[in-house]
């Protein structure tokens, strides 16, 4: 069975970082693409940024230049370095494996 297990938010104030983490279990990580994406209330989940094996990576253009999609596949895990955080980052951010795998979601809110 395919388990993704998000961890790393929190409450950060504007400006400030957060680096999440997700852990996958039951396939062969090292070979899967691996993504991120997020849900504000009120709005559908968004892309936000995604990794393929080749060291390819991909961001949506609300985050483009901020955040930062890096694994490490001897510990079977994908992060999301966040930087530069915004009011308008605030949601759950839910790991991927495509298409059709989720974790149970993080909470990340970015308030003063």
């Known amino acids: 069975q395919v388990h993704l297990v998000e961890s790393g938010g929190g409450l950060v104030q504007p400006g400030g970082s957060l680096k999440l983490s997700c852990v996958g279990s039951?396939?062969?990580?090292?070979?899967?693409?691996m993504g991120w994406y997020r849900q504000a209330i009120g709005k559908e989940r968004e892309f936000v940024a995604s990794?393929?094996?080749?060291?390819?990576?991909r961001y949506a253009d609300s985050v483009k230049g901020r955040f930062t999609i890096s694994r490490d596949n001897a510990k079977n895990t994908v992060y999301l370095q966040m930087n530069s955080l915004k009011p308008e980052d605030t949601a759950v951010y839910y790991c991927?494996?495509?298409?059709?795998?989720w974790g149970q979601g993080t909470q990340v809110t970015v308030s003063s």
């Open positions: 039951g396939f062969v990580f090292s070979k899967s693409p």
């Open positions: 991927n494996k495509p298409y059709s795998y």
């Open positions: 990794f393929v094996s080749g060291g390819s990576t």
